[in-house]
């Protein structure tokens, strides 16, 4: 990509937009925090595409969550990645190769899509709640992604990621 976000951007999975529009206090204690540090955040495609499937069929609670973060997304200054046509295809083999090293479970093919969407775009992290996306051997992955020339990227759960920011003075 022409131009890479910043060192302290943010990609947020699609649990953590949920419970965002679920008014979860942990992850509006996220966002402000977030803000007040003033990194960038940023929503893969496969991301968008998730909140609006649960925004259609999703039980009440997620149809109503998924909406409201879709309708907040300006608000929360949230940037939707657009890849180019022909980095589709990257992201497409590079999710394969992460279910195929096992990295993930074979039937998480949208979370796969997720982490190359946010290595290709050069966001650094990746800020999940999902228990496979946050069990992922990451030095295994970013050797992966190495070898396939994509950006190394740190996958944190929003409390993990609130806690080092409150301890560290760096950020």
Known sequence: MADQPPPNSLSLDTNLFVDLGGQMEYALAFLEIVEEHKAPLYATPTVLRELAALAIRGNHAEKQAALLALRSLGRWAVTGLQPRPAQNELTRLIASRILESDLLPRAEHNDSRIVAETSLAGVPYLVSN???????????????????????ITIISPRRFLALLRRSRFY
């Open 130 to 152: 999902d228990n496979w996306v946050n069990g992922i051997d990451q030095v295994r992955l970013n050797r992966l992604l190495a070898g396939a020339d994509f950006n190394p």
